[in-house]
């Protein structure tokens, strides 16, 4: 054991050296890290017509203009869908998700039609039931993986990319990603905390967000805790083909691999802290201030600890105040401005209005500390992971399953890319280049190194 240990660290220490490349190097060779331009930009990989993200504007100078952050769904403003659905107080997501399938707006019968649909697939095979059930906790992000590549085996046409069956598979995937959810937290809490394993069966009368509560938690919920929920899987059902994970699955469609193998590798990138994990690093932040902040209505005292933050004298030491601004948006993060609406009336709902305003506080003067300490070099705003946190845990959905949550949101808008990258014409596998820069080396035979 101590050899391998011994092995381990020196394979580790000879790894350190061989990844090390000069970070002048790539503003020489002018690399675009991250797929990023010097502007903060994304470089332009590719073309869709699914959705939009809109921040500013560029001016005939080359200069970028900061505006209210805009999302476009299939050419609709997302404010225009959801500030329609909250007047008339129903459910959206069904809507939204027909539209980004289809391109379409569905009428009412074909919403009723496409729910029936989603509801009749959301029971899961026996077998992917049970293998659930035997697990004994984990992260529920694998679980979903591993559970989806599991769905593979039943699918009688796994490998099938013509688009009937395309569109069966992402309604089915869409469908079963509440219940693995659902079902995946109640066998974490069984295992670790000895709470009763419940399984309860999807409702053909409940709504899309109703039946992931009542899977979750019974008919322990409130009308307003649906409906924001409703819209939280609404704001994050797509947010154009960039984003890390949506690439993904772009990336991995376009060499013809199957939907199982393209939406397991989406759900990894997901995972990651630095996506779908962010509003877990909001949630412990704004725990902390919380707790270090003796008077939540005291501004200066408020500042102080956004500075240390900021400094790196406080909190995690990264210098980064989470949920802050954002790649795209500037002035606005219009996902987070729908959200405020619900958040505030279900923090009246819940006698969580001071913590609501703590928040609101937090979010204005973070961003004026943040120019102080750093400079005004980019327009920043908070971002739609200031907030969902917060809406979540009112809600009473566990963390464990804040990220979940994101992925059976952007199940329908991974899909539509998928679909839209497989139905191109002329479509090529991506491929973007790596420059080595490693000197060349003659070769020695073993016995002379």
């Given at each position: 054991?101590?050899?391998?240990?011994?092995?381990?660290?020196?394979?580790?220490?000879?790894?350190?050296?061989?990844?090390?490349?000069?970070?002048?190097?790539?503003?020489?060779?002018?690399?675009?890290?991250?797929?990023?331009?010097?502007?903060?930009?994304?470089?332009?990989?590719?073309?869709?017509?699914?959705?939009?993200?809109?921040?500013?504007?560029?001016?005939?100078?080359?200069?970028?203009?900061?505006?209210?952050?805009?999302?476009?769904?299939?050419?609709?403003?997302?404010?225009?869908?959801?500030?329609?659905?909250?007047?008339?107080?129903?459910?959206?997501?069904?809507?939204?998700?027909?539209?980004?399938?289809?391109?379409?707006?569905?009428?009412?019968?074909?919403?009723?039609?496409?729910?029936?649909?989603?509801?009749?697939?959301?029971?899961?095979?026996?077998?992917?039931?049970?293998?659930?059930?035997?697990?004994?906790?984990?992260?529920?992000?694998?679980?979903?993986?591993?559970?989806?590549?599991?769905?593979?085996?039943?699918?009688?046409?796994?490998?099938?990319?013509?688009?009937?069956?395309?569109?069966?598979?992402?309604?089915?995937?869409?469908?079963?990603?509440?219940?693995?959810?659902?079902?995946?937290?109640?066998?974490?809490?069984?295992?670790?905390?000895?709470?009763?394993?419940?399984?309860?069966?999807?409702?053909?009368?409940?709504?899309?967000?109703?039946?992931?509560?009542?899977?979750?938690?019974?008919?322990?919920?409130?009308?307003?805790?649906?409906?924001?929920?409703?819209?939280?899987?609404?704001?994050?059902?797509?947010?154009?083909?960039?984003?890390?994970?949506?690439?993904?699955?772009?990336?991995?469609?376009?060499?013809?691999?199957?939907?199982?193998?393209?939406?397991?590798?989406?759900?990894?990138?997901?995972?990651?802290?630095?996506?779908?994990?962010?509003?877990?690093?909001?949630?412990?932040?704004?725990?902390?201030?919380?707790?270090?902040?003796?008077?939540?209505?005291?501004?200066?005292?408020?500042?102080?600890?956004?500075?240390?933050?900021?400094?790196?004298?406080?909190?995690?030491?990264?210098?980064?105040?989470?949920?802050?601004?954002?790649?795209?948006?500037?002035?606005?993060?219009?996902?987070?401005?729908?959200?405020?609406?619900?958040?505030g009336e279900l923090a009246?709902e819940k006698h969580r209005?001071?913590?609501?305003?703590?928040?609101?506080?937090?979010?204005?003067?973070?961003?004026?500390?943040?120019?102080?300490?750093?400079?005004?070099?980019?327009?920043?705003?908070?971002?739609?992971?200031?907030?969902?946190?917060?809406?979540?845990?009112?809600?009473?959905?566990?963390?464990?399953?804040?990220?979940?949550?994101?992925?059976?949101?952007?199940?329908?808008?991974?899909?539509?890319?998928?679909?839209?990258?497989?139905n191109f014409e002329g479509?090529?596998?991506?491929?973007?280049?790596?420059?080595?820069?490693?000197?060349?080396?003659?070769?020695?035979?073993?016995?002379?190194?």
């Amino acid at each position: 054991m101590e050899s391998n240990n011994y092995l381990i660290y020196k394979l580790s220490d000879l790894m350190k050296r061989c990844t090390k490349i000069d970070a002048e190097l790539f503003r020489k060779m002018d690399v675009k890290r991250g797929l990023r331009n010097e502007d903060g930009t994304g470089v332009l990989v590719g073309l869709t017509n699914i959705g939009n993200v809109v921040g500013y504007e560029r001016q005939q100078d080359g200069t970028l203009l900061p505006i209210d952050g805009k999302l476009y769904l299939r050419g609709y403003e997302i404010s225009d869908l959801v500030n329609a659905i909250l007047e008339e107080k129903r459910f959206g997501f069904e809507e939204v998700a027909y539209l980004l399938l289809s391109g379409n707006l569905p009428d009412k019968e074909e919403v009723e039609e496409f729910h029936n649909l989603l509801v009749k697939n959301m029971p899961l095979e026996k077998n992917t039931l049970l293998h659930i059930i035997e697990l004994e906790g984990g992260n529920i992000m694998n679980i979903l993986a591993r559970s989806v590549l599991e769905l593979y085996t039943f699918d009688p046409n796994p490998d099938d990319t013509s688009r009937e069956n395309l569109m069966r598979q992402s309604i089915e995937l869409m469908s079963k990603f509440p219940t693995i959810i659902a079902y995946a937290y109640n066998m974490l809490r069984h295992g670790e905390q000895g709470r009763s394993l419940h399984i309860r069966h999807p409702q053909k009368d409940l709504s899309f967000a109703e039946n992931f509560l009542f899977m979750l938690k019974g008919k322990d919920y409130t009308p307003l805790e649906a409906r924001t929920l409703d819209l939280m899987l609404i704001l994050h059902s797509e947010h154009g083909g960039g984003n890390n994970s949506t690439f993904t699955v772009r990336v991995t469609s376009s060499s013809g691999t199957d939907t199982y193998s393209s939406i397991a590798a989406g759900i990894g990138s997901l995972k990651g802290p630095k996506h779908g994990g962010a509003n877990l690093k909001v949630t412990d932040m704004l725990n902390y201030l919380k707790n270090s902040i003796d008077d939540w209505s005291d501004d200066k005292e408020i500042v102080q600890h956004l500075e240390g933050i900021l400094t790196r004298k406080e909190y995690d030491g990264q210098g980064l105040i989470y949920g802050i601004g954002h790649a795209v948006y500037t002035v606005s993060d219009p996902r987070a401005v729908l959200l405020k609406r619900l958040a505030g009336e279900l923090a009246a709902e819940k006698h969580r209005v001071k913590e609501y305003e703590f928040m609101q506080r937090i979010e204005q003067l973070a961003i004026q500390t943040i120019y102080r300490v750093k400079g005004h070099g980019k327009t920043m705003c908070a971002n739609v992971d200031f907030y969902s946190g917060f809406v979540y845990d009112m809600i009473g959905i566990p963390q464990d399953i804040y990220t979940p949550l994101f992925a059976m949101s952007r199940i329908v808008g991974w899909c539509a890319h998928r679909n839209e990258e497989l139905n191109f014409e002329g479509r090529r596998i991506i491929r973007p280049a790596y420059r080595c820069v490693t000197d060349e080396r003659s070769y020695a035979s073993i016995d002379r190194r």
